[in-house]
Every structure is written in C-alpha cells, then in structure tokens.
C-alpha cells in the first residue's frame, strides 16, 4: 500500500518539476534594448559535450529576452583556429529561429585564437554603425564562454573594448588563469566573472541574466503630444507579465528649480513635503496622459514600476508645456446658401473648452438666435436665414477656467445662385472697407465659395462677369 502511495506521489510530482526546469516563458521581458555578442570557445581544447552544453546554457540564458530593432539584439562569434561569426545582430528577431540557431551551431576545433575574435568583434560586430554591426547609442556587451585552458594576449583587446563602451562578462568552465580572466572582465568582477562546472551551468544562469539586464536595461521614458495643458508619457512596459504596478508622480518646477509648494531639485518631484500629483497604471499599461497642466510651464515628472518580483529604478524627465492658444482664434465661413451658412473656428482644444457658443443675428437690428455646439465639434449650419441678408455671427468658447473669448464674422446670405445678389454684402465704399479695416487685424481665407472674409468680419466676392456657373 505505501509503496502504491509512493508511486502516486512521484506521478503527481513530475509534472510540476519538469515545469520549474522548463524556466521561464520565452520573449517575457520586455525590459532591455540593446546588443549581447557572445563569444563562444568552440577550440580543440573544449569536448563536443562541453560545446553542447554551453549551447544549452545560452539557450536557457536568453529565452525570456523579447527581441527585436528596439528590444534585444544577440550575436554568436565561435573561437576556433579561424573564429566565425555564426551571427551577427540583425540576423535573429524571434525567439523560435534564434533557438533552433543555437541548436545548429557545430564547433570549430582547432586552435583557441581568442585574439584574433576579439580583432572581429572589435573592428566589425560590435562597432557602431557597421554593417550587421551594433546599433550606435545603445549598450554594447560581450559575454566570453570558456574553458579557461590557453586564453592567449587577450587583457591588451578586452581593456580597448572597455574603453570603447562595452561591457565585458566572462563565465569560464575551468578554474585555471583567474588572474588574466578577472583583468578582462567589466567592474564589478564580483558581477562579471563566473566560474562554474560544466555540467552546473544552469546554477547562474539567473545572476548571469540580472547582470546582462543591469546593462542593457531601457530605463529611459520619452515626452510626446505635448500641448498647452496635457503631455503623454510613454515608457517601455518592463512590468509585462509580473504583478505590479507603476506609479507616476508629476508637478511643475518653480522658478529657481524648486517643486511647487516646497523644496526639491527640479529633477524629480521632492516626496518631502512638495505638492505633486500621483497617478497609478496597471502593469501592461507602457502611457499616461497628463491634463489640466498650465500652459508655458515647465513640468518634471517620474515613474516608478512597483513590483514584489523585481526592484526597478526610478525613471525621470521634464518637459514644457507649450503657450497656450486660446480656441477660437480663427473663425470661417463656407457653403453659404439663400437660407444658411456654415461658420467654422479653431483650434479645437476639448482639453480645456466645455462648450462652445454661436450668436447670430440680421444686421442692423435682427432677433438675436443661439445655439449650443459639442467642445469636440469646429463648426456649424446655420439654417432657416433671411436671404440676400447680411449677419453678424459670434463664436465664444466658454473654457474650463471659466473664462470665455469670442470672435465675430459678418456673413452674407445669397439669393437663388444669382451673382448680383452677392454685390450687396461686399463694403459699398472704400471709407466702408477702411473703417473695417482699422477696427481689427485680418486676413483673408480662402474658402469653396467666392468670398472674402477678414477676421470679425466676412462676406462674399462677384464672380467676373466672363466667369461661367
């Protein structure tokens, strides 16, 4: 009976461990931007089953990595007696074709020519902007496996790597030249130099990784949209497929850099005592729009990604808000008819306008009408007008601020599609046109139908006599 029991356990228990070898899910972190060169001793001195599991490893190492032009980027340089690049960075953009790359990949034998490697990663594969090459302005980093037997010169061309930018990781499966392996390597060597057995490798797969992403992580978060009174903010999403959440703290910077309402550095938000707004997005959220700012200010704002499973540094970034320009500042006339006219303003800015309001009447001394447009909406028909009549029509956007601005036309009906109609509207005299002109700045607008129009005031052109319609 116990043993049956026995059994049963096992049976139970076999799925759950093959899963937590399996590791994580591949492409889940969405977190890093930049380019890993691995460079792989594949010489005489390394056993095809030493070779294989080095496979293994990096097969394990680099599947959570969501890849990419603007994600991760991996590369393959094998060291043998005539190092090969089996591929460069552009070559694999998915997980599944940069798996069965890796299962493919046969050793080269022969010699340990570590040096001459470096000369290719140096001059080709990890210079920004060559062919195949690393991407200029991103993280650049190297990742030498070997057995440690015979590395040969190499301080002198991994000390110019570092000196060029890159990062330098070693992992040896041998325990010998610890002196020489620990020169090459990128400070911290207590981060960078792994030593392990062949057949342990999967023990630092996890350290070796959070090391990778400590350098190429994308902490970086961009400003677009910006306006009089909003900005987005957009980020790369490295909560996806955790639990968490990112909180956003925004505020502008006073003059002399200091947070409104208290102290600060105008880098970030100061949490001491500073008046900030907090907001909060879900872990699959990558932007937030911010409102109700204040027009020609300078802003900073910061994001945290919160999260139990992993700590993340704190992103931040300023911006100015743009002058405000407030709606309407231009308004027009179109598809005049004998009994309508459609009047149409801007800018739209639904952000700050809640309605906006026509006014219109029959000049000199017509029955005022109104009505009521949507703050989304930028024009309107007027219908149900006197023809051959000339109207004063008035836009006022009533904002949020509660403040109001206006601006008026003057519009001119037409009777039937007779042109002489059109006469009547336009200033009878040039004393006419010049006490239009010296009441207001204008401009003409160029419309579908013949008209002119100056700001405040509009009406519509004649048609030259030889003109058909």
Same mark, same amino acid.
């Given at each position: ?5 026995l ?13 937590a070898q ?5 492409g889940v972190?969405?977190c890093?931007e930049?380019d ?6 594949s010489s ?15 097969s +394990?190492?680099?599947l959570p990595?969501?890849?990419? $032009?603007?994600?991760?980027r991996?590369?393959l340089?094998?060291?043998g007696?005539k ?12 997980q ?9 990949t046969?050793p ?7 040096v001459?490697?470096l ?5 080709g594969v ?5 062919a ?8 650049r ?6 057995d440690g ?5 190499v ?15 070693v992992?040896?499966?041998?325990h ?9 390597v ?9 030593f392990v057995?062949?057949d ?5 797969? $996890? ?15 961009t400003?677009?949209e ?20 990112? +909180? ?6 006073l003059s ?9 550095? !105008?880098?970030?938000?100061?949490t ?14 990558n ?17 945290t ?16 808000t743009?002058? $405000?320009?407030q709606?309407?500042?231009v ?18 800015q ?5 309605s906006y309001y026509?006014e ?5 001394? !017509? ?5 009521t ?6 024009s ?5 007008l006197q023809?051959?009549?000339?109207y ?5 956007a009533?904002?949020s601020?509660?403040? $109001? ?5 003057k519009?001119?009906?037409?009777e039937?599609?007779?042109v002489?109609?059109l ?5 009878r005299?040039s ?9 207001t700045?204008?401009?003409l ?22 003109m058909?319609?």
């Open positions: 009976m116990e043993s049956h029991l059994t049963l356990l096992l049976v139970c228990l076999l799925p759950r461990t093959v899963y399996a590791g994580a899910p591949e972190l969405n890093c930049g890993v060169l691995f460079l792989l001793d005489g001195s390394v056993s095809s089953y030493e070779h294989s599991r080095m496979l293994d490893f990096l +394990e190492l680099l990595f969501s890849l990419g $032009e603007d994600q991760v991996i590369g340089l094998q060291v007696t190092p090969r690049l089996e591929f460069g960075f552009d070559t694999y953009r998915t599944s074709s940069l798996q069965a790359a890796l299962k493919a046969k080269l034998r022969g010699d340990t020519n570590t001459q490697a000369k290719i990663a140096k001059d990890l210079r920004p902007g060559s195949d090459g690393a991407r200029p302005g991103l993280p980093v190297l990742v030498w496996l070997t037997v015979k590395p040969g010169d301080i002198g061309p991994m000390a110019e790597l570092r000196g060029e930018g890159v990062a330098v990781l992992v040896s499966t041998g010998s030249n610890y002196q020489v392996l620990r020169q090459v990128s400070p911290p060597a207590e981060n960078h130099l792994y057995d062949i342990d490798m999967s023990i630092i797969v $996890e350290d070796l990784r959070d090391a990778i992403i400590e350098i190429i992580r994308a902490e970086h978060m400003v677009r910006v306006s009089s009174s909003a900005a987005t903010l957009q980020w790369r999403p490295v909560l996806s497929g955790m639990r968490g959440y990112y +909180e956003i703290r925004f505020s502008p910077i002399g850099g200091t947070g409104n309402g208290g102290s600060g550095t !105008g880098t970030s938000p100061s001491g005592g500073s008046q900030y707004q907090r907001l909060v997005q879900s872990s699959d959220s932007a937030i729009r911010l409102t109700g700012l204040t027009p020609d200010t300078v802003y900073t704002a910061t994001l990604p919160e999260s139990n499973e992993q700590a993340f540094n704190t992103l931040s970034v300023t911006f100015t743009q002058s $405000e320009v709606s309407p500042s308004v027009t006339v179109s598809e005049s008819g004998p009994t309508s006219v459609r009047v149409s303003w801007g800018p739209l639904p952000e700050i306008v809640t026509i219109y009447s029959a000049l000199p001394t !017509g029955k005022l009408q109104t009505a447009v949507d703050k989304r909406q930028n309107t028909l007027l219908k149900n023809t051959d009549t000339t004063l029509v008035t836009v006022s009533r904002h601020s509660g403040k $109001e601005k206006a601006m008026s036309v519009v001119c009906t037409q039937g599609s007779t002489d109609h006469v009547k509207c336009w200033p005299s004393e006419d046109l010049g006490s239009i002109l010296a009441s700045v204008w401009s607008h160029v419309l579908p139908v013949p008209a002119w129009v100056f700001s405040r005031h509009s009406g519509f052109l004649p048609r030259p006599k030889n058909q319609h």
